[in-house]
């Protein structure tokens, strides 16, 4: 089987062989690739020792809690490797405990599928926009270093505001980034005017999508934004 352009090599670390079983099911079928540890202690190792694109480290596990695994992961590892952490303990000092050993997120268990696919992709996404200088996502072509954006090999002559909103939608692909998200990322705590966004969001909107015939600029009302890539077979 070819692999698909956005799947990803994945390490899955759970003792918990029913939940890794249904994890890796419904994560195969959308075409990633699994290896799986049912110990802390091989899960570090296949770490170390493997290329992954990301970990998905259950909290509890047996020789090496994650939250070790996790830490020895960021100590040793010769590169970044996004980590999502899986556990049942949902209070925030345990989600506290995860960020500070280098957990990129945190999903409570039980857990939908369907968001933890979307999460890894977002983690995957977020890490190649932060580590690479040009990166692809869909008709989209991203060079951080020369700051140029380009759709179907077309260079978009975009505005600083508008190469920033595409920035944060693309880093949060495929996830919708709310109003008040895109607001605080923007101007931080400064005020600012209420229709400010939605005047950017048209400018931008105009040289994204208005030359093409399918929009890429998604807006859910009365939530924010995302972009929406179609599928190409």
């Known amino acids: ?6 799947s990803l090599n994945i390490l899955l670390v759970e003792d918990q ?17 699994f290896d799986f540890a049912t110990q802390g202690k091989q899960g570090l190792s296949l770490a170390l020792e493997q290329y992954y694109d990301l970990i998905i480290l259950d909290l509890n596990l047996p020789t090496m809690d994650g939250l070790e695994v996790c830490q ?24 506290v405990s995860g960020f500070t ?11 939908s599928l369907q968001e933890l696919e979307v999460r890894c992709l977002a983690l995957s996404r977020r890490h190649l926009l932060q580590t690479k200088d ?10 951080r ?15 600083s505001m508008g190469y920033r909103i595409l920035i944060i939608l693309a ?38 999508d208005k030359p093409f015939p399918q929009p890429l600029l998604k807006t859910i009302h009365g ?9 190409r077979d």
């Not at 062989?17 to 690739?33: F, P, R, T």
Request: aromatic letters at 6%.
């Open 17 to 33: 062989l029913n939940i890794a079983n249904n994890i890796a099911d419904y994560m195969e079928s959308k075409g990633h690739i």
């Open 72 to 95: 020895q992961i960021r100590e040793k590892a010769d590169r970044y490797i996004p980590i999502l952490m899986l556990t049942a303990r949902d209070s925030v000092e345990d989600k």
């Open 145 to 159: 270093k020369q700051k140029e954006i380009q759709r179907d090999g077309k260079i978009l002559a975009l505005h």
């Open 223 to 231: 939530v924010g934004f995302s972009l929406h890539i179609p599928v």
């Open 134 to 143: 040009v990166i692809h996502i869909g008709p989209l072509s991203i060079n």
């Open 171 to 208: 880093e949060a692909y495929p996830q919708v980034v709310s109003r008040s998200e895109l607001s605080h990322k923007l101007w931080g705590d400064t005020p600012t005017e209420s229709d400010a966004i939605r005047s950017h969001i048209y400018q931008l909107r105009t040289v994204l």
């Open 1 to 6: 089987m070819t692999q698909k352009a956005n």
């Open 101 to 111: 050993v280098g957990a990129d997120d945190y999903l409570t268990k039980p857990f």
